[in-house]
């Protein structure tokens, strides 16, 4: 009785230490879409959470950014839900470190937490190679078509491989100098043979992206919308001075009546109408300030859309002809600027010393005692008058010289 008593117990403590080891060996990890730790500014980057677990029980997460276990600053790009954390218009503030924690409870209500290791983003100043949208748009209504194309390729490699990341699938990709776009759900348009062309669905929403022998290209986050109303703005960063339509599209007609939102405050401004199912509003000559989170709705607010960045860049006279940044140019504006500064001041300085210089060359020659053999011989006073008398407006050399005669006569 002892025997099996014994033999049950240490079977229950070999089941709990393999239940505790299995537990220990379990980490949550993040992942970063598209694959890397560098990011470009414009970018749009997904972060995963996940946990190798073969348990059925749900997982709850939470996000931590720049340090552990504190959440991250509301930022309208920033929007995380579940094991997802996405960014849209990456700026230079968005470098740093991530992390997430999992959660699950057990039948007793004990919870068990996993943190993981973080993952660290830095944002590059130079412009990737750019992949193409069309529509330039991150909304798209169901059975709508569009088009992504990417970059030429500058060597003899294989080309670009169009990279389709959806949460919850696997990655998926296609090499776009061959005849078929089928693995990614698309076909080859009929105008750019490297250009595959896609019909909304929800199996298309996801994180878009190519990759070459060049590095990576831009990502851009498309959006399949199955609801009533959806905004479209430029999918990419626009620039200063450019003129920007937004477009508010309902799925059914006559919604004319429409208001346009930014940041949450209604935006006063003139709109148009394209059809009975499109609302156009145009901003002239864009501005930093107009950057921000747009909406719409209708009159009655009974149908909103969901929100869409427009990020806004310095003007293209600030981006060199060859897509650089305008760093370049700018820091050999300051350099010409403060070689002008010193110009500035060496040109007084020389002046200065030029007349300096003139100025002790006349005086030693014009103020510094010479000797007597020098003096221009000056003829005696008639009478032994006192020297107090001799005419004083002779120089001081002069008068030291009769002063001398006269008191030595024999010299």
């Not at 078929?180 to 490297?194: E, K, Q």
């Not at 401004?269 to 747009?294: A, C, F, P, Q």
């Not at 001041?345 to 060359?361: E, G, S």
Request: hydrophobic letters at 35%.
């Amino acid at each position: 009785m002892n025997t099996i008593l014994i033999s049950s117990l240490l079977g229950v403590a070999a089941v709990v230490f393999q239940v505790a080891a299995s537990e220990e060996s379990l980490r949550a990890s993040v992942s970063v879409w598209p694959p890397g730790s560098n990011i470009y500014l414009g970018d749009c980057v997904l972060l995963q959470c996940s946990v190798e677990s073969n348990s059925s029980v749900a997982w709850s997460y939470r996000w931590f950014r720049h340090k552990p276990h504190l959440a991250p600053t509301p930022d309208p790009r920033h929007l995380f839900s579940g094991d997802s954390y996405s960014i849209t218009a990456v700026t230079r503030e968005d470098a740093g470190s991530y992390w997430c924690q999992a959660e699950r409870r057990g039948s007793n209500a004990t919870s068990v937490v996993f943190h993981s290791q973080p993952a660290k983003l830095s944002v590059s100043e130079l412009p990737p190679p750019s992949l193409t949208l069309t529509p330039s748009t991150r909304q798209l209504f169901r059975g709508e078509r569009f088009a992504v194309r990417c970059p030429a390729s500058q060597t003899n490699s294989s080309g670009w491989m169009l990279r389709l990341f959806s949460p919850g699938r696997r990655v998926r990709k296609r090499v776009l100098h061959t005849d078929r776009c089928s693995p990614l759900g698309g076909a080859v348009s009929a105008d750019r043979p490297d250009s595959c062309v896609f019909t909304a669905v929800s199996g298309n929403s996801g994180l878009y992206w190519c990759e070459g022998a060049e590095g990576r290209s831009n990502a851009v986050n498309i959006t399949v919308s199955y609801g009533t109303i959806i905004l479209k703005t430029p999918a990419f960063p626009v620039f200063e001075g450019d003129a920007v339509v937004l477009y508010c599209q309902y799925w059914t007609d006559n919604h004319s009546n429409t208001s346009f939102f930014k940041n949450g405050a209604e935006i006063v401004t003139s709109t148009s109408s394209l059809s009975d199912r499109v609302i156009k509003m145009t901003i002239e000559n864009v501005t930093r300030d107009d950057e921000g989170l747009y909406r719409c709705a209708s009159q009655d607010r009974k149908m909103e859309s969901p929100g869409s960045w427009l990020s806004v860049r310095p003007g293209r006279g600030n981006v060199t002809s060859d897509g650089t940044a305008a760093s370049r140019s700018d820091s050999w504006k300051w350099i010409i600027v403060c070689c002008g500064a010193v110009l500035l001041f060496l040109i007084p300085l020389t002046v200065c010393l030029v007349r300096l210089y003139r100025y002790q060359t006349l005086c030693i020659r014009n103020c510094w005692p010479v000797s007597k053999e020098d003096l221009p011989a000056v003829e005696l006073p008639a009478t032994k008058q006192d020297v107090t008398e001799v005419q004083w407006d002779l120089s001081w050399m002069e008068m030291s010289n009769l002063l001398d005669k006269q008191l030595y006569p024999g010299t």
